[in-house]
């Protein structure tokens, strides 16, 4: 199973991105879909994630600003509004299948400037 991120950049704060992932190869069963992120000099943390009936969790402090979706086949987006630079971050795709497997992809870098 191969993730590729696509979206991230330079943004100004109060901006917005969208951050998308594609999902392919072989793929069986995906429990969930979702973001994770990693700031400089701080552990990889939850940012959202979508299941396969698309109910969604979000980390508690970005309830509000951030939106996962996800589309009929293997693709999750991640709208970002009113960024802070507190959002800067690597941004990565990750995939759980129902049997325990899980997927990363290599990362898009999202900063936002003050």
């Not at 497997?101 to 870098?109: A, H, I, S």
Request: proline share 3%; hydrophobic share 30%.
């Amino acid at each position: 199973v191969q993730l590729v991120e696509s979206g991230g950049g330079l943004v100004q704060a109060g901006g917005s991105l969208r951050l998308s992932c594609s999902a392919s190869g072989t793929i069986n069963s995906i429990n969930t879909m979702g973001w994770y992120r990693q700031a400089p000099g701080k552990q990889r943390e939850l940012v959202a994630t979508i299941a396969s009936n698309r109910s969604s969790n979000y980390a508690d402090s970005l309830k509000g600003r951030f939106t996962i979706s996800r589309d009929r086949w293997h693709t999750v987006y991640l709208q970002m509004n009113s960024l802070s630079p507190e959002d800067t971050a690597v941004y990565y795709c990750n995939l759980k299948s129902r049997y325990g497997m899980e997927f990363w992809g290599k990362g898009t870098l999202v900063t936002v400037s003050p």
